[in-house]
């Protein structure tokens, strides 16, 4: 059963911007955090973003700090995370989860699927 879904993955040339949303079907605690982590081939998970779910704060991964925005819509329970300016080595399988926050994979217990971010010319 499907408790985190990611969706808006896709094919994108560089420079261009996209969005992925993250919907949980399952209600998030307001003192949880969802995250957003992305993975190459043979590469740990890399943390990105992740944003407190009910007071908003988010925090980043200083390579990817002002050029993604982590977001969420409370009554959708959807997060979403903005991408701009997209470079090749954006490539990736980009996740969401929730969980207690934090930046390593083990603040988080439930994951999305995943969806594949291709950036190429």
């Known amino acids: 059963q499907v408790q985190l879904e990611e969706s808006g993955g896709g094919l994108v040339q560089p420079g261009d911007s996209l969005t992925l949303s993250c919907k949980s079907y399952l209600h998030v605690s307001g003192s949880d955090a969802m995250g957003w982590f992305r993975q190459t081939p043979g590469k740990e998970r890399e943390f990105l973003a992740a944003?407190?779910?009910?007071?908003?704060?988010?925090w980043y991964e200083q390579a990817v700090k002002g050029r993604f925005t982590i977001s969420r819509e409370i009554a959708k329970n959807i997060g979403y995370l903005q991408m701009n300016r997209l470079k090749p080595e954006d490539k990736a399988v980009y996740y969401c989860a929730t969980g207690s926050g934090g930046a390593t994979v083990w603040s988080y217990g439930l994951w999305g699927q995943g969806t594949q971010v291709t950036v190429s010319s």
């Open positions: 944003v407190r779910w009910a007071s908003g704060v988010t």
